[in-house]
């Protein structure tokens, strides 16, 4: 696999790369990316080619789960270079069915010391599920219950985002705009679970 990126990087440099010169010269001088993404780790996600878009186009943060934590440092410093030095003006934090991450919340932890303890970050959203389930949804098959889930880990996280005082201020300032999304690997699409106006 280590000769096989490597050889994938020398036909990115002759089909790519050489081919549109004057842009990748640009992204030395600087980048202006509009969207941070924050999505899961997935290698069965990549955030560019779901979505199609060019090196430079998105400023991107991943994670199991996609998990926003206000205290991990990494993410605290992203946020904190996306908004006051990029002036980035979307946000979206992206889960997907299918996801590890999520499917361990419903799992026995077993030898593991590090997945569940950052899994408590996500932990709310299943408590969340469970009252629904136990309220007008009633019983569901566990895919269903793990697509309610993820949907609702999605949610949870954008309000962990809000509790970073200088997302807030942006928030307040109208200069920053939060987008929930859910990838489906099923179909290739995109759902949107939350947009700006729900969090208004």
């Known amino acids: 696999m280590i000769r096989t990126l490597l050889d994938g990087n020398r036909r990115f440099v002759a ?8 842009y990748f010269a640009d992204l030395t001088r600087a980048q202006n990316p509009t969207v941070l993404w924050i999505g899961c780790s ?3 996600v990549p955030v560019n080619t779901i979505t199609q ?3 430079g186009e998105v400023f991107v943060h991943r994670n199991v789960a996609n998990i926003v934590a206000t205290n ?3 993410l605290s ?8 030095h990029l002036h980035i003006p979307d946000i979206v934090v992206c889960g997907h069915y299918g996801c590890g991450g999520i499917r361990a919340l ?4 077993g030898a593991d010391r590090y997945i569940p303890i950052w ?13 629904r389930l136990e309220g007008e949804l009633g019983e569901v098959d566990p895919e269903t219950r793990h697509r309610l889930i993820v949907d609702e880990n999605v949610r949870l996280q954008l309000e962990h985002l809000q509790e970073y005082p200088f997302v807030s201020a942006a928030l307040k300032a109208r200069q920053l705009r939060l987008h929930g999304w859910v990838y489906d ?3 290739g699409a995109i759902r949107v679970i939350s947009s700006p106006d729900d969090l208004a």
């Open 42 to 44: 997935d290698s069965r």
């Open 53 to 55: 878009t060019k090196a």
């Open 77 to 84: 410093a992203v946020l904190e270079f996306s908004i006051t």
């Open 185 to 187: 690997m099923a179909s």
């Open 15 to 22: 089909e790519v790369f050489d081919q549109d010169k004057a």
């Open 106 to 109: 419903d799992a026995d932890p």
């Open 72 to 74: 991990d440092w990494n």
């Open 119 to 131: 899994l408590i970050n996500a932990q709310k959203a299943v408590t969340r599920v469970e009252r």
